[in-house]
């Protein structure tokens, strides 16, 4: 499967973005899905997760609140809606798939798989 985000761009300290991420090559329609972000110079972040089902959704403490992880009715898309976007949120963002189905989502990019090239987001004035 290869995962395909997009969305991203520059924007300034308080803007809104949604970002999007398409599934090719097999259905995930039973797999968790994430949002992960790599800032200039750091680790891998995790940001939010969603079930396979799509009913439970879990984020960083660092977006909660500002930050929304969805699914598409087809199980194949995710998005996550960013408002409120600071400097701080400056990074390339990757979507991902957990690599087992029906399990419940964690944390771990370990966990994840099928990472593309992610689409970079910069909040900047």
């Known amino acids: 499967v290869q995962l395909q985000a997009s969305g991203g761009g520059l924007v300034q300290p308080g803007a809104t973005l949604k970002l999007s991420c398409a599934a090719s090559?097999?259905?995930?329609?039973?797999?968790?899905m994430a949002w992960f972000r790599q800032a200039p110079g750091k680790e891998r972040e995790f940001v939010a997760t969603i079930t396979w089902t799509g009913t439970q959704t879990t984020y960083a403490d660092s977006v909660k609140d500002r930050f929304t992880i969805s699914r598409g009715s087809d199980k194949n898309t995710l998005y996550l809606e960013m408002n409120n976007l600071q400097p701080d949120d400056t990074a390339v963002y990757y979507c991902a798939h957990h690599l087992r189905p029906y399990a419940n989502p964690t944390t771990r990019d370990i966990d994840f798989g099928s990472w593309g090239p992610g689409t970079l987001v910069t909040v900047s004035s």
């Open positions: 090559g097999r259905s995930l329609r039973f797999h968790a």
